[in-house]
């Protein structure tokens, strides 16, 4: 074998951290953007943030309230204008000095209480703070527990048991694996398990659904429904009780004659038992459960204006950054100190001139890319929903010059206010299917289930309509789509099968 050295040429695509910055900026939802903005402006000391206009001019006004609110002594040499009295004497100015005024406002008077003096420049709490604090579960069952007549150990054990029940108020884990570990018996944990399984609210602390539904029951105070072999009254061997021990799956699959002839009672009894075990809460730890609601906030505005549709960027809220002009005045004049303060701030300079631009650049192509996709979804943006074209992103990047890759981060968790609504711009994007009479022309899969969603909702509850139907009726509005079709987007969109929508009651 002969050995050689060749000198060759070629080009290879290095992703610069620079580059990677830039499309980790644009790839960025909103409020992850304001808190990278933040982050570069506490790191890097030549990023400045530009104060607008008319923060300043809030500023200015806010300063000369505060001067014109100040109260300020009153000389003894002077006289009030038009009055003939003499001015107050200096006794009696002090008590009307800034210092007197403050110790007066600030002196907290109650009735029935003694007299303290609070300092103004006390830290008062947050807002947050102040607001009444959201009761969990767990809270909510801990302080039951202290109220009950338990012993510390029970206790110590109750505390246990409620650490270890999930969002949904279950206690997923064995007793073994729950005590494992501590000096507590298996025995100890059952007989606190009961305790905590009778707190508020009724079926918390179960270990499945079976046991859940069956605390519930026990808390009703009905007569039951029908008996299998029981005294009446008594949940043990009742028709509830078999049901949610045995038919489950068949009550939820809506199988009530197979239910009727395993208890060997009439279907009018199933019915009953049925529509009490539907007002049962599968999870009891729902109302507890934290939802908070958060505002969603545009990044882009699309607004008609004369006639055209106009795509505004929202910058409200984003700090707007600039270089430092004492440190570009100190770099510029020379006297920026020795070398390695020059090359740090050479470098900072650097770094703060490529954030900028990637900020200015990831403005641009946000404002790009909806620029096109309300060219292409005009008829949406004008009439609704029923007129939402099929879009793909090698559309919008054929039509802009940009590669799929750059649009899919762009419409990556941002939002877009319009006149249809507050939507993400992934919604813009979506399959189509063929229309029966115009075989040219697509029709949105968001369109077609919007129509399915129609047809559930008007259905009669005792005759649902099955897919095969549902297809038979999109097939007559021209819209040509397969049962299995319809199926998954029924899937997709939590609409339950035929025979779980139906109704016999």
């Known amino acids: 074998m002969k050995l050689r050295l060749d000198l060759r040429l070629s080009q290879k695509l290095i992703m610069t951290p620079q580059l990677q910055q830039a499309i980790k900026l644009l790839q960025l939802s909103r409020l992850e953007l304001q808190q990278s903005l933040q982050q570069h402006l506490m790191e890097n000391p030549l990023l400045d943030e530009l104060v607008t206009e008319t923060e300043e001019n809030e500023e200015a006004a806010a300063t000369d309230r505060e001067q014109s609110e100040t109260p300020t002594a009153v000389s003894s040499d002077t006289r009030s ?40 420049k006390e830290e008062f709490p947050s807002y947050e703070q102040t607001v009444a604090k959201f009761t969990s579960l767990e809270d909510h069952l801990v302080w039951q527990l202290s109220l009950s007549g338990l012993s510390d150990r029970e206790k110590a054990i109750g505390r246990l048991i409620i650490g270890n029940l999930d969002d949904d108020g279950y206690l997923r884990m064995t007793l073994e694996e729950l005590v494992s570990g501590t000096a507590y018996s298996v025995a100890e944990a059952e007989s606190v398990l009961k305790d905590v399984q009778g707190f508020d609210p009724n079926g918390v602390a179960a270990r499945d659904l079976p046991e859940c539904l069956l605390l519930q029951l026990k808390f009703l105070g009905r007569s039951q429904i029908g008996s299998l072999g029981s005294r009446p009254g008594v949940l043990k061997g009742s028709v509830l009780e078999g049901i949610v021990l045995h038919h489950l799956k068949d009550l939820e699959k809506k199988q009530y004659s197979r239910i009727a002839k395993a208890l060997n009672i009439s279907m009018e009894d199933v019915f009953q038992a049925t529509r009490i075990i539907e007002g049962l809460e599968p999870k009891p730890g729902r109302p507890f459960s934290n939802t908070q609601n958060y505002a969603i906030v545009p990044d882009v505005f699309v607004v008609k204006n004369e006639g055209e549709w106009e795509v505004l960027l929202n910058d409200d809220g984003l700090p707007r950054m600039r270089i430092s002009p004492y440190y570009k005045q100190l770099m510029s004049s020379g006297q920026s100190g020795t070398a390695e303060t020059k090359a740090y701030l050479d470098d900072k300079l650097r770094a703060a001139q490529w954030v900028i631009r990637s900020i200015e650049q990831r403005n641009k192509t946000i404002v790009k890319v909806v620029s096109s996709i309300v060219k292409f979804q005009e008829g949406f943006f004008e009439r609704g929903i029923q007129y939402l074209k099929p879009l793909v992103l090698k559309q919008v990047a054929e039509d802009i010059g940009m590669h799929e890759s750059t649009i899919s981060r762009v419409t990556a968790n941002k939002y877009m206010y319009c006149p249809q609504g507050m939507l993400e711009l992934k919604f813009f994007f979506n399959a189509g299917l063929q229309r029966a009479d115009q075989p040219l022309d697509m029709l949105s899969s968001l369109t077609v289930r919007e129509m399915i969603r129609k047809m559930v909702a008007a259905e009669d509850t005792r005759k649902p309509l099955k897919d095969e139907e549902i297809a038979a009726r999109l097939r007559t509005q021209q819209v040509l789509i397969a ?8 899937a997709e969109d939590h609409i339950p099968s035929a025979t779980q929508r139906k109704r016999f009651f």
């Open 81 to 120: 204008e038009g009055d003939d009295k003499p001015a107050e004497s200096g006794e009696n100015a002090e008590e009307f000095s800034a210092s007197s005024w403050e110790d007066y406002f600030d002196t907290d008077m109650r009735r029935g209480e003694t007299e303290y003096s609070s300092s103004s």
């Open 483 to 490: 049962r299995r079709t319809v199926a998954k987007y029924r």
